[in-house]
């Protein structure tokens, strides 16, 4: 079986919708990020990253990076065409999953939910929380733009880069960052699918 290493309401939520999504059967370890969990010896020897997710795979390998493993649980579940099976197609879902990831969370929100890691001292703070703010109120003003080119998903169908995009969209709304119309459409249109919603109410939030 599948070990997914995960923390409720961190970016995992991406890839636990996509689990449920393909209906894999999967254990669950809990990484506590404020008690350091992911910098423990354990953790590190599987993962030198100390990141999440991580998914521990069948022949006890590990599988790290968000659009690694959405892809990796798309191709394995091939049929389900969680990315789309042409070119242009298949490179639209990788554009906004690496955007969401490596644009929204990690140089967006990471300076909201860490500003530690980008303040050279204690006096910047609040300042990198600001100009975290700024930038995710931005980088939505963009994804709205990309979403003009379909009407509900990013792809014609649910997709990996949808998984990713929630996630962010999910994080905007819970710190009352407002989403452009077409954004929060997309992020509405998420809450409607019945896994999206499982994810949400096992991972302890109420809809
Ligand atoms: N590049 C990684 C980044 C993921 C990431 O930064 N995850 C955060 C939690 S949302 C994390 O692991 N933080 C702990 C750390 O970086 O020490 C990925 O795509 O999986």
Redesign the pocket.
């Known amino acids: 079986m599948l070990t997914f290493y995960m923390t409720p309401g961190?970016?995992t939520t991406g890839i636990h919708i996509l689990l449920e999504e393909v209906d894999e059967l999967f254990a669950v370890e809990l990484v506590n990020?404020l008690e350091g969990d992911?910098r423990s010896d354990t953790y590190l020897a599987l993962n030198p990253k100390?990141?999440?997710?991580m998914l521990k795979l069948e022949d006890g390998s590990v599988l790290?990076?968000?659009?690694a493993i959405a892809c990796w649980l798309a191709w394995q579940h091939a049929r389900l065409k969680l990315i789309p099976s042409d070119a242009l197609g298949a490179a639209r879902a990788i554009e906004m999953m690496s955007y969401a990831?490596g644009t929204i969370h990690?140089q967006a929100f990471a300076r909201i939910f860490t500003p530690e890691k980008f303040a050279a001292d204690a006096n910047d703070i609040e300042a990198v929380k600001k100009e975290g703010r700024r930038r995710v109120a931005e980088c939505f003003d963009v994804v709205s733009q990309l979403l003009d080119r379909n009407d509900g998903y990013v792809c014609s169908e649910f997709s990996v880069a949808d998984a990713a995009l929630f996630y962010v969209e999910f994080w905007a709304d819970r710190s009352d960052i407002p989403l452009p119309e077409r954004v929060r459409a997309h992020y509405n249109l998420m809450l409607t699918r019945p896994k999206v919603r499982q994810v949400l109410m096992e991972e302890g939030y109420r809809l």
């Open positions: 961190s970016c990020l992911n100390g990141t999440i997710p790290t990076e968000f659009q990831v990690l």
